[in-house]
């Protein structure tokens, strides 16, 4: 699932409030023996296409586990565009459902309410313990040295698909480096016949934030300092936003009209036309290149390589965590909810159905039957991803940064040179407006 921004609308003054608002409030404690007959709520996010189609994933799932424990789930499935505020007011109100979903790359910004239920380490026993997570999963959780507050339900991360025979045809292999992958888009560009190397959303404010982050610490750079103050100016920060924008701006490699795209699914378009031979996308790419008629055999995957020498970083973690409001009535039917929804078996079911990664080991993933896809995303996962910044002003870097490097993606559409200078300013207006989000 991609990252999702905080509505406008919400306030510093909300999320201070939820720090108190949320007692620890009585509960029927972690250890009841007999929960049959609770009902607990569950918000679902929406991650199938359409919140109907939610609804028919889980059921089946529910009702299993109610049919195992006795406990009952109230579902209901939420949009994103509505899941953010529907979340922090709950934590102001204390009046929010037991268990939920948030977006891995809010469980700081929640985790600092404090109106979930953390962690520790009694818990993660009680779910089957955190060395059953994927590490770069649960290194979503939460803000080192405290508890979590949310464990991963559903990961997903970035990876280069190459149009097969178009590479064929030119008699290239996927890239191995940087240097590689733009070596081969120059060979692969003929403006003339309306086909391009490589596409991209470059109008796409939070893609442009994640291919910084994960083009920055390929040159060793870190949008944040150990104190969580940002160091945009940095030269790897510099160095990787110039690599993304390059690409458009000295190597003319891709279209012009993709300064305008403004929704991944019209880069995956000219992906799926043959318009372009690579694109970069998360896991639920797959979905999307289906959806616009291009069949998995025509297509592969690669990791998105970092420049010879460079930080193989080909990803942030994406994905869903799921969490416990700490004020539930019903701790231990949610905490057995929890490990029933990250269960090996559930893992699998529900990563298979939403074509979206396990967040455990024991779950191999079955989203494809093309086992070379599925081998490459999960060495991606394992090896090459690393979490955004764990801070709590996630979504005003992805608004500040992704703004900028949206705007020099726009000027290199015109035909204007992007210097390093350019790329320097751009993002140091982005750092000085971190202290008015």
Known sequence: MKIRSLAAGVSAALLAAALTACSHGGNDGATGADDAGVTLTYWASNQGASLDNDKQVLTPELDKFTQQTGIKIKLEVVPWSNLTNNTLSAAVSGQGPDVLNIGNTNAVTFQSTGAFYPFDDAALQQVGGKDRFVASAFATAGTSGKPPTSLPLYSQVYALYYNKKLFADAGLQP????????SDAQKLTDPAQKQYGIVIPGGTVNASMHFTFIFSE????????????PTFTSAGMISG???YVDLLGKYHVVNPSAAQYTDASQSAGDFARGKAAMFMAQTSGINVLAQNGMTADQYGIAPIPAPAGGDKISSFVAGTNISIFKNTKH??????????????????????????????????????????KLAVFTKILSDYSKPLPLISAIQAFQANVGGAVVALIGKAATG????????????????????TN
Do not use: C, R
């Not at 890239?175 to 733009?182: H, N, Y």
């Not at 905490?335 to 979206?356: G, R, W």
């Open 175 to 182: 890239p191995a480096t940087w240097e590689d992958l733009v």
């Open 331 to 372: 701790l231990s039917a949610a905490l057995k909810f929890v490990k029933f929804m990250t269960s090996d078996a559930e893992q699998q079911i529900l990563n298979k159905a939403y074509t979206t990664q396990p967040a455990v080991k024991g779950a191999p993933a079955a989203f494809t039957d093309d086992q070379q």
């Open 416 to 435: 204007a040179a992007i210097s390093d200078a350019d790329v320097k300013a751009a993002l140091d207006q982005a750092q000085q407006k971190m202290g």
């Open 218 to 229: 390929q040159h060793g750079g870190a949008a944040f300092d150990k104190d969580g103050k």
């Open 241 to 243: 936003v110039k690599q």
